[in-house]
């Protein structure tokens, strides 16, 4: 079993706001997360799929083809984007956290990958701060 | 004469749109950050002076202070930010492009410093590109 | 389960050096680690803690209180500090070694952690070289 | 238990290319990386092994004998080399990816760590694309 | 006058090889670098260009534009190239060296730039390793 | 005119301690870094040399010539040291600040590059702080 990762990167806007909650109450919990004219991120996402390298080709997955899915299926959608009102598969209300982004970016890619199985979502939104979703 | 450089980072949502011009005229020139509903970004701001270091301290510059500087002059004031909307240095209308928050961050910091010169402010808005400004 | 990570940096330095051993074996097996007036790096310290995302805030913890505890529980107690004289958590004739500096920051910062698990410390000494930890 | 990596470079050429397969069949699967004339990338190798620190010296292994270790078995014979045409330990024939690399530098490696286990060969091809393999 | 870098990256073979020169003198002059089945690089290339942000759209240059350029005139020419022998604006027998490297793509991409000037080619071979040409 | 740039790196252990100073004084002035027991960094120094490529060899100077004066001169000398106790060519009583320690390593290094000029002496104490000294 070989581990293969891919990066991508995009670039998006979001706030962190509870609709059923009081301005003073998102301020005191999300801090300046929480401005509501909204701030951003040059994110980075690494996806990392597992198995048996091809005997011929010496491949677990075609990278760019594995590119290419990150592309249309998440990178495409959220680039340039606001995550709070543009994506059509992050839910309404759902807060746009690190965390919230990797489980639906394992959803929205995992149906996608065949001839090896995801791993792991990645995802950096700073360079001191990232989370990892393995699925389940 | 020695240059000495403090790193500090922001991260702010912003979008590229002249007013005068029509929605097409926008996305056709500006692309993806022409999103009427924002993106952003993580920022990374290197500041320089320039002078002869102190003979008894060895400092060109008390570099605390000079971060202390940046952040009360330009880093809190853009942090977690919509860089059209809420800075009051950033002139409404002006687009805020890495260029333009190039110039604005030099005016904004250059009375501040003493005992040394200003020498440049160099501004990352991706891994991919920056600008640099020199004043005059 | 999502997997969240903070980093954080101190500067410290420190010797290797076995008190029992002459300062023949403590050169042949610590080489340049072993200068009696010491050395010094810049550490890397990652965090990461594990648990399910609150369904409201989507945090698994909040990323500024785990940046706060890190703070408090290690790197104001080990930064601009000598490892081998000034901590007070690292025992007396311990190796500070980055090995056993990962073991003590876990145990320094396990009965903190609240709402979810301490998963992992990873403690990078150079860009060449760290180790990860995960208790147990 | 405790984690140590080493990281080590090295600089190489390479192409992707079945022997079997038609010029337009390898073309069309490995692309640009089919090229006949040879690519080439800086490698960065990440080697991890586990175990208990010593209770005196603090090392799960003397991280310099691993450095050495790693050049001696691995990057001494693939740094300044084309992949498919001087490494002895690459099977002709076997394409030279960053999967089948990850597996035979594990199988170079695992022989000579006495101390210790060895967990985890990860190689970066790219910035963007690396692969991690932990045998078995 | 405002300084707009973009990066671009490609990956290359290459050796370095005087044909005038005898086999034993090539090899004490350039070590590992004349490797006869060639070694390789992954290539990070910086291109500045400076002028005067533009009024209305806070640009000196469209950075979509630059990259376009950059890749037309540079990096589709030797990405996944053999940089001694596939590459058409590389003269034959002149060495592919970093140095020479930057020369060659300053003239490459120079008469493309329109309505600011080239300032500066910085080519990096690897993390320990760059140069930078400013023309003349 | 090309330059090339060698990075090479090194740990050490310093104070900042005026001895003419009072240790209310030292502290208030240096804060942490004044710390009596010491701290120390993981250096990065980054050496440019200028001169015109050699037409036969296309090297402006053998890079691995200057890794090896860099390091003779410079580094061998200030790595895993006490650069307040330690090192020949740092006056005692001098502060061995970031741009103090540039100054004396372009006095190091200047007389002995031959066929081109020392440029730039670029010295990196953290990630977030750097000085740069062209001489003079």
Same mark, same amino acid.
């Given at each position: 079993?070989?581990?293969?990762?891919?990066?991508?990167?995009? *670039? &998006? &806007? %979001?706030?962190?706001?509870?609709?059923?909650?009081?301005?003073?109450?998102?301020? &005191? =919990? =999300?801090? /300046?997360?929480? *401005?509501? *004219?909204? %701030? +951003?991120?040059?994110?980075?996402?690494f996806?990392?799929?597992?198995?048996?390298?091809?005997?011929? !080709? @010496? =491949? #677990?997955m075609? #990278? /760019?083809?594995?590119?290419?899915?990150?592309?249309?299926?998440?990178?495409? /959608?959220?680039?340039?984007?606001?995550?709070?009102?543009?994506? +059509?598969? $992050?839910?309404? +209300?759902?807060?746009? !956290?690190?965390?919230n982004? &990797?489980?639906?970016?394992? /959803?929205?890619?995992?149906? %996608? $990958?065949? +001839?090896?199985?995801?791993?792991? $979502?990645?995802?950096?939104? !700073?360079? *001191?701060?990232? #989370?990892?979703?393995? @699925?389940?």
């Open positions: 079993m070989v581990y293969l990762t891919r990066r991508e990167r995009f *670039n &998006a &806007a %979001h706030k962190l706001w509870v609709e059923d909650w009081s301005e003073e109450k998102n301020v &005191a =919990f =999300f801090g /300046k997360c929480s *401005n509501r *004219n909204w %701030h +951003g991120h040059n994110y980075e996402l996806v990392t799929v597992k198995g048996e390298p091809d005997p011929v !080709t @010496g =491949f #677990v075609d #990278v /760019k083809q594995l590119s290419k899915l990150i592309q249309s299926e998440i990178t495409d /959608k959220v680039d340039h984007s606001n995550l709070n009102l543009d994506v +059509g598969f $992050i839910p309404k +209300g759902m807060q746009p !956290t690190t965390e982004l &990797a489980i639906l970016f394992w /959803k929205q890619l995992e149906p %996608h $990958i065949e +001839g090896c199985q995801l791993h792991c $979502i990645k995802l950096c939104e !700073t360079e *001191n701060i990232y #989370v990892e979703y393995y @699925g389940g």
